[in-house]
């Protein structure tokens, strides 16, 4: 991954694909905040 969209919810502490829909990334960080890309 490329781009600098970490800074949204700080350190990420995990991340992930979802398994029914492979295009959709979760990650949750330091800051407290979950973001969902699709």
């Not at 600098?4 to 949750?28: E, K, N, W, Y």
Request: charged share 15%.
């Amino acid at each position: 991954m490329c781009k600098d969209g970490g800074s949204q919810v700080g350190a990420i502490f995990t991340m992930g694909f979802c398994p029914d829909a492979p295009h959709l990334l979760a990650m949750g960080g330091a800051k407290g905040a979950v973001t969902v890309w699709d």
